[in-house]
C-alpha cells in the first residue's frame, strides 16, 4: 500500500495529530501503522490482521494462544520464545494451565507478558510462572523497551548469542492489541529499538530467533515449515 503523505504543512499537521492521537508514531504519513492503529480505536472487524509495519511482517490481534506444539507453526501465528529439546524452557502458560513454569535462565528472572483474568494484559520480570499468580495466558522472553537488561535475564556469556544480528520474533501490547512481529536481520538493541521508537509499544520482549524465526499468516509466509516447539497464535 502506497503511504499517504500530505501536501501542505497543515495537512501534514493534521496527519500527526491524528497519528499522536492513536498512539502511531507521528511522521506525518499515513500508512499501515496508522491506519491498523485507528482500526484498533474504531473497533473494526478486521483482526487478526497481517501487514507489514516498517517493513516487518506482522499479525495484529486482540488476543493471543500461546503454544507448545510439535510441527510447523498454524496460521496466524509466529515462533515463540525459547526451547530446549522439544520443550519450552521461557515460562508459558496457556488456558490458565502453566505449561512450563520456570524462566529461561532460572533462578535468574525473565520479562513475561501476560493476561490476567478480566482481560488485562501486564508485564512482570520473574523466575516463576507461580509469582504471577492465576493467568489466563503468559509468554517469557527478553525484556524490551524500559525493561531491556539482558544481564539480568542471564543473556550474557554463551547465552548472548541471542544478541546476535539475525531474524528474531518479537511480541508486544499497545492499546488493547497484541503485536507478533517478525525481525529481519536485527540485533537485540535493534530489536528493542524498533519496539520502541516506531510501533510505539507499550510492553514487549523478544522471542527466540535464529533458523527457528518464523511467521504464518495470509500473505507474510517465512520458514512456516521450521518444527517449532513454542509458538504465539494469534485469535
Known amino acids: 500500500m502506497k503511504d499517504v503523505v500530505g501536501s501542505t504543512s497543515e495537512e501534514v499537521r493534521m496527519i500527526k495529530a491524528i497519528q499522536r492521537s492513536v498512539g502511531a508514531l507521528d511522521n506525518g504519513w499515513i500508512g499501515n501503522q496508522t ?16 501487514v507489514e509495519l516498517y517493513g516487518q511482517p506482522a499479525i495484529l490481534a ?22 530446549w529439546q522439544g520443550q519450552p524452557c521461557s515460562i508459558l502458560v496457556r488456558g490458565g494451565r502453566v505449561v512450563r513454569g520456570m524462566s529461561c ?8 507478558l501476560y493476561k490476567i483474568p478480566g482481560g488485562a494484559v501486564r508485564i512482570a520480570r520473574v523466575s516463576s ?7 489466563v495466558w503468559a509468554v517469557g522472553g527478553l525484556g524490551l523497551l ?8 542471564g543473556f550474557t556469556g554463551a547465552y548472548s548469542d541471542v544478541l546476535r544480528k539475525t531474524n528474531h520474533t518479537a511480541l508486544g501490547y499497545k492499546g488493547g492489541m497484541l503485536y507478533g ?20 509499544l507499550e510492553y514487549a520482549v523478544m522471542l527466540d530467533g535464529g533458523h527457528v524465526a518464523a511467521i504464518h499468516a ?18
Do not use: W
Not at 105 to 112: A, C, I, L, N, T
Not at 129 to 135: E, I, T, Y
Not at 218 to 235: D, G
Open 35 to 50: 491506519l491498523s492503529d485507528i482500526a484498533a480505536q474504531l473497533g473494526a472487524n478486521c483482526f487478526p490482521l497481517n
Open 62 to 83: 486482540r488476543d493471543i494462544d500461546p503454544l507448545n506444539l510439535s510441527g510447523p507453526l498454524p496460521r496466524n501465528a509466529i515462533s515463540g520464545s525459547f526451547s
Open 105 to 112: 535462565h532460572y533462578p535468574r528472572p525473565e520479562s513475561v
Open 129 to 135: 510462572a507461580a509469582a504471577l499468580g492465576g493467568v
Open 146 to 153: 524500559d525493561r531491556y537488561d539482558p544481564a539480568a535475564e
Open 181 to 200: 512481529v517478525y525481525c529481519r536481520s536485527m540485533t537485540a538493541q535493534q530489536v528493542n529499538a524498533f519496539c520502541r521508537d516506531k510501533l510505539k
Open 218 to 235: 495470509a500473505v507474510s509466509r517465512i520458514n512456516t515449515n521450521q518444527r517449532q516447539y513454542y509458538a504465539v497464535r494469534f485469535l
